[in-house]
């Protein structure tokens, strides 16, 4: 049996960056492969690279023999491989119909009357995918999970050899993950080679053929779903090896208002669920972590408390409410957000990066917090004069964490300050974190979805899942409580 | 279906009082509404590209001046015929933009549209340092006209318009314009459909830019005169792009009665002086800012509301 998709040897690299590191893997018809790893490990880069929309540096990549790597992606198109995009956008003005019909257009400029042929068959696949009732609807009044069908009807359309679906279940309900999968599986009824990438395994399992773990750029492993879970270094990847953690006692006392409370917070985006009845709360000088998959909400949720995103529920701060409170007001007010993003100012300096953050400090408090700042990472010191942008990736998280504490926040928000960064990088930040902790009262809220970096620190753990908290308590209980859903 | 019935119920009564207008009306609102049939297909071209290939042309006048010019120049030294002038004024105008689109279309973001504004400035550079040729400033004047009867000149841009109109609306109906809206809207996914985007948005700049060069030709004749100001100058191209965006984006009728409004307002407030320029921005500025649509948007696509 011959594969429909061989990917050999591909490698991609961004500058100085290697995201795809020798990834080899082959996919033959009627099978569905998981292509899983955390974010930042690469994996959408392959998918990328496989469809033409980035270009691979070196490999190859084969369809049914031809190797395509290098092609523009309309040519790679019609070689045959369709893909399921994670976020879509619909043309306004079109039918869900018109929408389908488009997909099954050949890419011919004569084309000035619709074919009735083309009619009946996007009728079909309408019908097919569940979108009869709403095929004359336009998309802007469909639900979320209508706009994912017509995504995969218009692959459908494209009768590909190869289908990518991206994060196929993302922002879905259980009921709907369930007729998304019976669907993908029809693609591998009909003999398509199907490639599913998802963060983790425990998404795709029930319907992948085999699993393929990336990591860094790198595989790590390959198998059937539960080799690649019992698989160590995949275990390491996700749930971090030995975790050691040091909760301290909680230290909000019993009846004290803790300092920020977050209750039954909803957050849509458009017509997706980004966060559903969150309740966290976190004490004074409490060091709490969220983990969460990318996808789960973390961010979300962060910038709800920094007013940055709307929502329904609330947000306490020291008893008061939150609610209607300028991104300004409420960082003014301690709460200090430092985002996945960075937000360096990549032109300016270290030092001048630094300073913007202590703008509200006489310069005698800003010089005392500068000078402890440089004890906190050394590296910064030797780093003042240096262009933020030309830092490297771990250089520029301490600069962002540093800048966020030269604004003496009550609570520091941190958002994945490990994303993308090498293991000796983290164990650096690692130190700091510790410190900062030893040292000062300030109260931590960490957003990660690395559980080694997450857990050591933390006095109290929060899982986040699809968007909801599935899982509070002691960081010690977390991996025989939670570590397995988190695979 | 309903709306392309509901199109016609809109156009066609409106066409029909247009064609009966010269019984009525004097000779002095046929000229202006003459004027404004041929901005018309200015701005209907711009919008094709704007509104379905998603490109934002900040020079239309480049392509209008390429073509008026072109015919201008062989009907004032050569004294080619008429239809010969605006065949060749056409093509040169589909030729300087293939030109310009080539290179211009691997830039993304607000560059295509910067390539596009500097393209103007360079035609006018080259007119007013070649005045010896071209009449610079003060233009070139026409041994022929299409006609000096304001009547058939009506009917000349009346038709030209409406066959004009006729095939941008449909183009931009049929499943070339769905593609093209595609392209225009995200790029990668209509790719990732087996697209090829740039050969589309290329083909949608080349339609774009024979209709813009031809109506430009129509136009210098109809004047009697070529000059920059008229058909190249920046402010030229200004209006045609505020026309397109106050009749409604992605309409390309709406366009055409954007044009014809814009010139009949700068002739009802000519009395005001340098202060009509302002009132027709600031009605402009307040159909943009509240209603993006534009004066068709709601009348074409009442159901396409959110």
Request: glycine share 12%; charged share 15%; with cysteine.
């Amino acid at each position: 049996m011959t594969a429909l998709l061989e990917v050999d040897g591909l490698i991609k690299r961004f500058g100085g960056l290697v995201a795809v590191r020798d990834i080899s893997f082959s996919i033959g018809p009627g099978e569905i492969l998981g292509l899983i790893g955390p974010n930042g490990s690469g994996k959408s880069t392959v998918m990328k690279c496989i469809m033409g929309i980035e270009r691979p540096t070196a490999g190859a990549v084969k369809l049914d023999g031809v190797n395509v790597a290098g092609w523009p992606t309309h040519r790679i198109a019609r070689q045959g491989v369709g893909i399921v995009f994670q976020h879509a956008r619909p043309l306004h003005r079109q039918t869900i119909l018109e929408h389908i019909q488009l997909a099954l257009l050949p890419d011919n400029l004569l084309m000035l009357r619709t074919n009735r042929q083309v009619i009946r068959d996007a009728e079909e696949i309408a019908a097919r995918v569940g979108l009869s009732r709403v095929m004359h609807r336009l998309p802007g009044t469909l639900p979320f999970a209508d706009l994912r069908r017509l995504e995969l009807a218009k692959a459908i359309a494209r009768n590909p050899k190869v289908v990518l679906v991206d994060e196929p279940f993302a922002g879905l309900t259980a009921a709907e993950v369930a007729d998304f999968s019976e669907l993908i599986a029809s693609f591998r009824a009909e003999g398509h080679a199907v490639l599913l990438v998802d963060h983790n395994v425990k998404g795709v399992a029930a319907l992948v053929d085999r699993v393929l773990a990336m990591y860094l750029g790198e595989q790590v492993a390959e198998g059937t779903a539960e080799a690649v879970m019992r698989n160590e270094t995949v275990r390491r990847v996700y749930l971090g090896g030995k975790i050691e953690t040091a909760a301290r006692p909680e230290r909000e006392g019993k009846g004290h208002t803790p300092l920020l409370d977050v209750r039954s917070l909803n957050v849509l985006y458009g017509k997706a669920v980004a966060l559903e009845d969150v309740s966290i709360h976190v004490g004074e000088g409490e060091f709490v972590s969220v983990v969460g998959l990318n996808g789960a909400g973390k961010t979300t949720l962060f910038n709800a408390i920094s007013g940055l995103v709307p929502f329904s529920g609330a947000v306490n701060w020291r008893g008061e409410s939150l609610a209607g409170r300028t991104p300004g007001a409420i960082a003014r007010g301690g709460i200090v957000q430092c985002p996945e993003t960075r937000e360096l100012f990549g032109d300016m300096s270290v030092r001048e990066n630094l300073d913007l953050g202590g703008q509200h400090l006489t310069v005698d408090e800003a010089g005392r917090q500068l000078d402890w700042l440089f004890g906190l990472f050394p590296i910064l010191k030797a780093r003042q004069g240096q262009a933020a942008r030309t830092l490297s990736g771990g250089e520029q998280q301490m600069l962002a964490i540093a800048r966020a504490l030269m604004m003496r926040p009550k609570l520091l928000i941190l958002d994945e300050p490990t994303l993308g960064l090498a293991p000796v990088i983290l164990e650096q930040l690692s130190k700091a974190m510790e410190r900062l902790r030893q040292t000062t009262d300030i109260t931590v809220l960490l957003g990660e979805q690395n559980v080694t970096f997450a857990l050591p620190h933390a006095d109290r753990v929060y899982v986040l899942e699809h968007s909801r908290i599935g899982w509070e308590g002691d960081p010690g209980r977390f991996a025989e409580e939670a570590g397995a859903g988190y695979l | 279906m309903m709306q392309r019935y509901r199109t016609a119920l809109i156009v066609l009564p409106v066409l029909v009082i247009l064609a009966l207008l010269p019984l009525g009306v004097g000779g002095y609102i046929l000229g202006l509404l003459t004027l404004g049939y041929y901005y018309a297909v200015f701005s209907m071209s711009w919008d094709l590209l704007f509104g379905f290939a998603g490109e934002v042309n900040f020079g239309p006048s480049f392509l209008i001046g390429v073509g008026a010019y072109a015919a201008a120049l062989l009907n004032h030294y050569w004294e080619w015929p008429i239809p010969l002038c605006l065949a060749v004024g056409a093509v040169a105008a589909v030729l300087a933009g293939v030109a310009l689109a080539v290179p211009a279309l691997r830039l993304t973001g607000p560059y295509f549209g910067l390539v596009t504004l500097v393209a103007v400035l360079l035609l006018q550079n080259v007119l007013v340092l070649f005045a010896g040729v071209t009449g610079g400033e003060i233009g070139l004047d026409l041994p022929d006209v299409l006609s000096i009867d304001a009547n058939t000149n009506y009917y000349y841009a009346l038709v030209f318009m409406v066959i004009s109109g006729g095939i941008l609306f449909g183009l931009s109906r049929s499943p070339v314009g769905l593609i093209l809206q595609a392209s225009g809207q995200d790029a990668i996914e209509a790719s990732a459909l087996g697209f090829n985007v740039a050969k589309h948005k290329l083909t949608a700049f080349c339609i774009s830019a024979f209709f813009s060069g031809l109506s430009g030709a129509m136009l210098v004749f109809y004047l009697g005169t070529a000059s920059v100001g008229t058909v190249v100058d920046i402010a030229v191209g200004v209006n045609v792009i505020i026309a397109a965006v106050l009749g409604g984006r992605r309409t390309i009728i709406g366009a055409a009665v954007g044009a014809v409004f814009l010139i009949g307002a700068g002739e009802i407030l000519r009395p005001l002086g340098q202060l009509s320029t302002f009132v027709v921005a600031a009605v402009a500025l307040v159909v943009i800012l509240f209603f993006p649509g534009g004066f068709m948007g709601r009348l074409l696509h009442a159901e396409g509301r959110e």
